[in-house]
């Protein structure tokens, strides 16, 4: 039951779009001792259905960039190959602290951030 | 009429937001918002979206990678993703009732505890 609040919880910072897996990953871990390989695989899955929803929605708002989301998207395949073999090649202690400090920049990023209006 | 430097630079962004999606398992969006709003100009909505369109696909590729390696849980990923739907909705409705900021800092604060927890 725990769970499905942290999941709840989680879900609800990113809705507000403030990255809700970057407060998702370190809880499982501190909190349940999850492996860290374990916690940014279920945190990368469980991101998928939410987003097919929130997708359709922004498509037919027309709230996305087309004219750029070709070059977004051919950058990011090639990066999620890398960053994801790396990842599982690494070993959950190395990761845990390349992710911590990861996290600790994100913070940092979260708290100096401002609004833009334009 | 396709701007070829332009291309490289978005493709940059691109690449740099899907290492840090597949290599930490999250936060491709929390670097694509930004890059989008300052370097290409595009208005915050719209970046929250375009965002969103383009994790998805960077999201599916990772999560295949981690499943092949053998690196899932589903009864924990179950639990979890049926909670995140749930936030999610509420989250994307208290979105345009409350103001962010505030909030931003808090888990940024969080967010600097957790990580210096998980360094040592």
Redesign the interface.
Known sequence: MV????????????????????????????AFN?DQ???????????????????IA??L?K???IN??L??????????????????KLSSSLL?????????V????????????? | MINYSNFFKTAAIGLVSGICNGLFGSGGGTILVPAMVFLLKVEQHKAHATAIAVILPLTIISSIIYITSGIYDITLTYKITIGSILGGLLGAILLNKLSSNFLRKIFGIFMIIAAIRMWF
């Open positions: 769970l499905y609040l942290i999941g709840f919880l989680s879900g609800i910072i990113g809705g507000m779009g403030i990255g809700g897996g970057t407060i998702l990953i370190p809880a499982l871990i501190l999850i390989h374990i916690a940014q695989s279920v945190n990368l899955i469980s991101f998928i259905p939410m987003a097919i929803v929130a997708l922004h498509f708002n709230n996305i960039k750029i989301l070059a977004l998207i051919v950058g990011g395949i090639i990066g999620s190959f890398l960053g994801s073999l790396i990842a599982v845990k602290k390349l992710f911590s400090i990861f996290l600790f994100m913070g940092l990023y979260e708290i100096f951030y401002k609004t833009h209006k334009k």
